[in-house]
């Protein structure tokens, strides 16, 4: 059938030291260095306890409310890795629920992101495994098909690439790039550093904000002293 319903191999991805590298890097600052153009989108939260989600792209593109792509995909993702499921972000069916966790677990995966609506929430929530998505509902999957494996997907205009980088925690998702995530890693740690560094000037009450009337000034604003 080719187009459409085609399984294909991930020729990259991001190695497991650089995914933790990025450990302990917040998305907020990752974010702030890739110029606050990227996002997953508001919809897409975490649904489990809020453990930070990091690790390689293993995308699946499915038709809305079905899952059975999604079923491939956990038998063919390496330990690891997180599945990035676009499904068009419709809510009528649930492409997961405890059952299919189990076996994510079971893998040792890195979490799954679907832009499409998950069930079991309660059992999810309780866990640590990372699962985000866009919604809840008990109605369950289809599995006909059609769908593709290890494709280029977009959420909320954030293409990624099979193999990019997927970052997640309370603030949302991110992905960065293969090529780029060596340049990313460097900027962002340089952001936290000096976050780190205006935290302990705020606390000891040093922090200088003239850069505000600063601004201001060079914007023409009326009404300061």
């Not at 897409?44 to 038709?63: E, I, Q």
């Not at 499904?87 to 299919?100: C, P, R, S």
Request: with cysteine; aromatic share 4%.
């Amino acid at each position: 059938m080719g187009l459409g319903f085609r399984i294909l191999p991930r020729t990259q991805g991001v190695s497991a030291e650089w995914v933790e590298r990025f450990r302990d890097l917040p998305v907020a600052n990752v974010s702030d260095v890739m110029s606050r153009m990227t996002a997953g989108g508001p919809r897409l939260r975490s649904m489990h306890d809020g453990a930070p989600l990091r690790g390689p792209a293993f995308t699946v593109k499915t038709r809305p409310g079905d899952n059975l792509m999604i079923h491939k995909a956990l038998a063919l993702a390496a330990p690891g890795d997180v599945i990035v499921v676009d499904a068009g972000g419709d809510l009528t069916n649930a492409l997961i629920g405890e059952l299919m966790l189990a076996q994510m677990v079971r893998r040792g995966l890195g979490g799954i992101v679907i832009n499409g609506a998950i069930r079991d929430s309660a059992a999810i929530a309780a866990q640590s495994f990372p699962v985000f998505a866009a919604g809840i509902t008990h109605r369950g999957p289809y599995k006909d098909g059609p769908g593709e494996i290890n494709v280029p997907v977009a959420l909320d205009g954030m293409v990624i690439e099979p193999g990019d980088l997927i970052l997640g925690d309370d603030d949302g998702l991110l992905c960065v790039p293969f090529g780029s995530v060596e340049a990313i890693h460097a900027a962002a740690t340089a952001k936290q550093a000096a976050e780190h560094k205006q935290m302990a000037n705020i606390e000891a009450g040093t922090h200088d904000a003239a850069w505000v009337d600063a601004t201001l000034r060079r914007l023409g604003c009326e009404g300061l002293e």
